[in-house]
């Protein structure tokens, strides 16, 4: 095991609500980063937060937000969802660009 | 725009049989690194290759980054079901090397 946890692992929610989903870094690990991944697909990157702020990000959109905290856990929120933001979503921590090490993900499905 | 593209998308295999996946960039990439993801799982860190040329060996397992640093591939020999899963190179490209660029997998299933 990584030693990365997420919470929840499950989650069900409405079009146009928002959503908060929780990470925290393995140890010694300085950087984090967010995923989605839809069924059958590769991760597609979100965001990637470095003493505690955003230093890079992919093709999403600003309803996509984020935070680092001092401990390096992490939060990813997502305003005013959508259907298709239905996926699996992989908070991962590392030590600068090394490897990324992944939690288990949260499941989120929008109805 | 920057992408990674892998091939082949599914493969299947006897066990004991080897195994190859391909991962192509358009872009010279800074590293890049893989992953292998087992059914109902999140990836999981395998290696990362830098250098030119470079080639790392982990057990059964063969990673090669190609001379121009925009290929790699994988080599599994003599596969087991153990295997079994999807694998996955990401490459950062020089210049935002913060941002892992996926390709699409390659799912290995293997016979017993």
């Known amino acids: 095991e990584t030693g990365v946890t997420q919470s929840p692992t499950h989650l069900i929610k409405t079009r146009g609500q928002q959503v908060t989903l929780r990470c925290s870094s393995q140890s010694g690990h300085n950087t984090v980063s967010w995923y989605q991944q839809a069924l059958g697909q590769g991760p597609q990157f979100i965001f990637q937060y470095y003493r505690e702020e955003e230093n890079g990000r992919g093709n999403f959109p600003p309803r996509f937000s984020g935070l680092q905290f001092p401990n390096y856990s992490s939060e990813l929120n997502v305003n005013a969802l959508e259907l298709d933001d239905s996926a699996l979503y992989l908070c991962a921590s590392s030590l600068g660009q090394g490897g990324r090490y992944f939690g288990p993900g949260t499941r989120l499905t929008v109805t | 725009g920057q992408q990674v593209m892998q091939i082949p998308q599914y493969q299947h295999v006897q066990e004991g049989e080897d195994f190859t996946t391909y991962c192509n960039s358009s872009?010279?990439?800074?590293?890049i690194q893989w992953y292998k993801q087992r059914p109902g799982g999140h990836p999981v860190f395998l290696i990362q290759?830098?250098?030119s040329g470079e080639v790392k060996k982990q057990k059964r397992l063969t990673f090669q980054f190609g001379e121009a640093k925009k290929n790699s591939s994988l080599h599994i020999t003599a596969t087991q079901t153990t295997d079994v899963g999807t694998y996955f190179c990401?490459?950062?490209?020089?210049?935002?090397?913060?941002?892992?660029?996926w390709g699409l997998g390659t799912s290995l299933a293997v016979n017993p």
């Open positions: 290759l830098v250098k």
């Open positions: 990401a490459g950062s490209h020089a210049g935002n090397n913060r941002k892992l660029i």
């Open positions: 872009t010279t990439l800074s590293n």
